[in-house]
């Protein structure tokens, strides 16, 4: 009896501890100073227009919206920049959805 004990709790137990040491460890990240600025691969013009966003909550929110919908990953620093009309563009198109004239 207490043999079946032993080998249904290895038998439960065992699955869940396999499952948290399934995924590789990412020693970068885990060195890496995390003070809430990104440090990625970007072009120092495209960490300006960033730095625009998080100085106004609204355009932050504007092109967040904005780069969802269109789920393009250049439309989020094009819109803070407000880079070729990129911002209002963003403004008829979430709130109004009115598409791109080509």
Do not use: F
């Not at 990412?26 to 960033?50: A, P």
């Not at 998080?54 to 355009?59: H, L, R, Y």
């Amino acid at each position: 009896m207490k043999r079946n004990i032993v080998l249904l709790a290895v038998a439960i137990l065992l699955p869940a501890v396999k499952l948290t040491h399934s995924m590789p460890i990412d020693e970068d990240y885990l060195n890496d100073d995390h003070s809430g600025e990104y440090n990625g691969r970007l072009d120092e013009e495209t960490k300006e227009q960033v730095r625009q966003c998080e100085e106004d909550q609204t355009a932050m929110e504007l092109c967040m919206r904005c780069a969802k919908i269109t789920k393009s990953t250049t439309v989020y620093p094009l819109c803070c920049g407000n880079v070729e009309g990129v911002k209002e563009w963003c403004y008829a198109y979430v709130y109004y959805r009115v598409e791109p004239q080509l």
